[in-house]
């Protein structure tokens, strides 16, 4: 942790208030620039750190991001701040988007344009998943058990919740028995 | 269909699935899809797609589908169900885990925790690529763009809402 005093439960509000408003398609680059370069709250290595548990665990990145940083300095209240911080203002915005798009639906120049705005959004998943999948590359164990994965659920639409719960012991298992060299 | 109580089915919906999103609400979409068009019957396809999209196209994270999905179930009451139901489970779980994982960072069981799990986030997040894409692909054209954008993002540092506004652009002047 830096020498810095631990910022108060307003600072994580308004640091976290920023990131929210400018965070378009992807908030974590600047979450890390907001905690690391600006306010100074984590070291880069802290950050990655922080970031790498917050992958793991359910849930959105960015707001596990927040409960971590928020419950780090200031406890349960310092993750509230954090949190309410970063959804308040994008909660508004986004109701305020989808009334206005129930309300132009029917023009069909709104019903076009969102329809590309859905295709070019869907490249946006495609590339995730591409760079998601990308480490997975010469792993054959884990190649493996993700094309089950995406079989059982965009193949045979299977329930989510049955399927991981079967699937993360069969996982892990299997990657016990077949170490990664 | 809804039997009468549809904030409580949004929130028993968004909080199981808080608890399986592992890296993300990316790769709980399929089962959202599924459940909010197939068992509730909630919205079409194409809606849920559109609802998707604004997510992405607003700022913040894309987890605020679910405040869209909420809101245009059950208005408001709805909006802040399913925010609150997404968010409270897995922010509780990160409270709870975050200093005991910080403590345990070098036993070998976490690498294969890690190990294990991370083809599963893969899959599921490739298994959400492709039900979207079935979803927005209804022409060529609309095909092309979502390849096309996937494409400049995995090979150049273009900003995706450069991508999201040529998409609506396209769209909009009747080009796909």
Not at chain 1, 125 to 135: E, Q
Not at chain 1, 152 to 173: D, E, F, K, N, R
Not at chain 2, 10 to 28: D, E, K, R, W, Y
């Amino acid at each position: 942790m830096s020498d810095r005093p631990p910022p108060t439960l307003a600072a994580l509000f308004w640091g976290f208030l920023s990131i929210g408003i400018i965070g378009f398609g992807g908030v974590l680059p600047w979450a890390r620039r907001m905690v690391v370069e600006q306010r100074g709250w984590l070291t880069p290595a802290e950050f990655t750190d922080l970031l790498g548990l917050c992958q793991f665990l359910p849930g959105p990145n960015i707001v596990n991001v927040a409960v971590a940083l928020g419950s780090r300095f200031r406890g349960p209240l310092g993750a509230v701040a954090a949190v309410v911080g970063l959804l308040c203002l994008p909660m508004v915005l986004v109701v305020t988007l989808g009334a206005a798009y129930s309300a132009m639906r029917d023009q069909p120049v709104v019903a076009r344009a969102t329809a590309g705005l859905a295709a070019a959004a869907s490249g946006l998943v495609v590339a995730t998943a591409l760079k998601i999948a990308a480490p997975l590359l010469g792993r054959k164990l884990g190649i493996a058990v993700a094309l089950v994965v995406v079989v059982a659920i965009a193949g045979l639409h299977l329930p989510l919740v049955a399927t991981l719960l079967l699937l993360a012991p069969v996982s892990m298992a299997l990657h016990r028995l077949v170490p990664r060299r | 269909m809804a039997a009468g109580a549809p904030v409580a089915d949004l929130a028993v919906m968004f909080g199981q699935l808080s608890l399986v999103s592992i890296g993300g609400v990316h790769t709980v979409l399929p089962e959202l899809k599924r459940q909010v068009v197939e068992s509730h019957g909630w919205m079409s396809s194409a809606d849920f797609a559109a609802l998707y999209a604004l997510a992405q196209a607003a700022p913040g994270p894309n987890m605020l589908v679910s405040t869209l999905i909420g809101w245009q179930v059950a208005g408001l009451a709805g909006a802040l169900a399913a925010t609150a139901a997404l968010v409270a489970p897995c922010a509780l779980l990160t409270f709870l885990v975050a200093g005991a994982w910080h403590r345990f960072r070098d036993r070998p069981w976490r690498r294969l925790v890690q190990d294990g799990l991370m083809p599963l986030t893969a899959g599921l997040v490739v298994a959400a690529a492709i039900v979207l894409s079935e979803a927005t692909a209804v022409s060529i054209g609309h095909a092309l763009v979502t390849a096309i954008a996937a494409a400049l993002l995995v090979l150049t540092r273009l900003h995706p809402l450069w991508l999201l506004g040529a998409g609506a652009a396209l769209g909009g002047a009747g080009i796909l």
